[in-house]
């Protein structure tokens, strides 16, 4: 018990050296934590709790106030010591009850050298158990002051714990912003390559997406080598590869600066049979003979006989109107335009007593009419009566120049014209071919 308070008061001495000298700890280890605009430098362990360096500075000071209490306690006085130390022999040991013994044993210590240590028997003497003699080998050469098996201890080992776990962790913090900073530029660096690469994916794009220009620029093109290659006669008829040869023939034709090609003749009869239009819609084919109109047989049936009188007394009038330099009327053009569709509503309610070639070329007749109502609309129309707006030219290059100068295209075949557009169109071949070919020469 008298070794226990001894060791305690020792204790108790060394928390207070400890406790006096924590001022210059302080200063000593107290480090500033590096500055960064990325992670807090000392942050609050937890809400109310202290910072991390004071966190730290706490955990030093207490592992060396613990270093020096537990280096002043021997260990056998915490419960283990397997080779006792004759200085601390003659104290209290704990009885070790045994039913068998009587009397007294003598224990022999196999370790025991010259000198003996009586060890008592605890509280039960030798009154019925006796006592037990233990040798220490090391009693007799080195007296009662040494005994190589009692820990060696430190009393600075708390201390320099304390501040090795500070410095650890001080160093730890570093590591850890460094860290945080390579991961954050690598980061940057790779925004960066995305956005390199973004743009230069844009820019391949723009330079391999064709224009608006590009794609008008390949759809003629695609349209000239159709037109060129014996198109279908349905194109022909309408005046599509016509118009598509006439693009393409307009740019390089030009009589007044020697742009010319070939000469490919072409009659005036050839030309009487093909219509023009000058932008505005509509088609005056049907007018040509003074407007009288042609029928076809499908559509002189009787039942049609109201609308296409009508038709044919209204157009009357406005074709003589039309040689006079007069506008068309509101009350010509109105009943006429009624009557056309009283003959869509009849042809379509006979399309089962018609042949498909029948409905056909009266579904065409009709479309025609339409356009031609289209045409007497149009402010200009009296350029088409009065020949103004008509084919002209004794060759190719002169009607091609002609209709480039005046602003024409070519409108759609009426019937019985059919034929003539294959000539014409033939004969636009020929032209364009030869262009080419002056074209190559040196």
């Known amino acids: 018990m008298s070794v226990s308070m001894r060791n305690y008061g020792v204790a108790l001495l060394s928390l207070a050296a400890v406790a006096a000298t924590t001022s210059s700890a ?43 209490f537990y280096s002043q306690i021997p260990p056998y006085a915490l419960g283990h010591n397997p080779y006792p130390s004759p200085v601390f022999a003659q104290a209290y040991v704990p009885p070790a009850y045994n039913p068998y013994l009587g009397g007294s044993i003598l224990a022999t210590n196999p370790y025991a050298g010259t000198g003996s240590v009586l060890a008592t028997n605890g509280g039960y ?95 003629l093109a695609a349209k000239l080598n159709k037109a060129r290659r014996d198109p279908p006669l349905t194109e022909i008829f309408s005046g599509q590869s016509l118009n598509d040869l006439f693009n393409h023939l307009a740019p390089l034709t030009d009589p007044a600066r020697g742009q010319v090609g070939p000469n490919i003749a072409i009659d005036d009869d050839l030309l009487k049979h093909i219509n023009l239009t000058g932008g505005a819609g509509g088609n005056i084919g049907l007018l040509k003979a003074d407007g009288k109109l042609t029928w076809p047989l499908v559509l002189q049936a009787p039942e049609y006989d109201g609308p296409r009188k009508v038709i044919n007394e209204n157009v009357a009038k406005a074709v003589e109107a039309l040689k006079y330099n007069n506008p068309v009327d509101r009350a010509t053009l109105i009943p006429t335009k009624d009557a056309l569709s009283n003959l869509r509503v009849a042809l379509d309610a006979n399309i089962a007593r018609m042949s498909p070639s029948e409905y056909l070329e009266g579904s065409r007749y009709l479309t025609m009419l339409g356009d031609t109502l289209v045409a007497l609309q149009d402010p200009n129309v009296g350029n088409y009566i009065s020949g103004k707006w008509s084919p002209k030219g004794r060759t190719v290059a002169e009607l091609v120049y002609n209709m480039k100068q005046q602003g024409l295209r070519f409108a759609p075949a009426t019937p019985g014209d059919e034929p003539y557009y294959r000539a014409l169109h033939h004969a636009m071949i020929a032209y364009d071919t030869g262009l080419v070919q002056q074209a190559k020469q040196p």
């Open 26 to 68: 302080s200063a000593q280890f107290r480090t500033s934590p590096p500055s960064t605009t990325f992670i807090q430098p000392n942050p609050i362990m937890y809400p109310g709790g202290p910072t991390l360096g004071q966190y730290a500075y706490n955990t030093a000071v207490l592992g060396r106030a613990y270093g020096n």
């Open 125 to 219: 003497g030798t009154g019925g158990y006796g006592s037990i003699q233990a040798t220490d080998p090391y009693a007799g050469s080195y007296g009662n002051s040494y005994n190589p098996y009692v820990g060696y201890a430190d009393p600075y080992g708390g201390g320099l714990r304390g501040v090795a776990d500070l410095t650890t962790a001080n160093g730890n913090y570093q590591l850890t912003i460094q860290r945080a900073r390579q991961a954050n530029e690598q980061v940057n660096q790779s925004r960066l390559d995305t956005r390199r690469k973004l743009f230069d994916e844009i820019r391949y794009e723009r330079m391999n997406t064709p224009t608006a220009e590009d794609i008008r620029v390949q759809d």
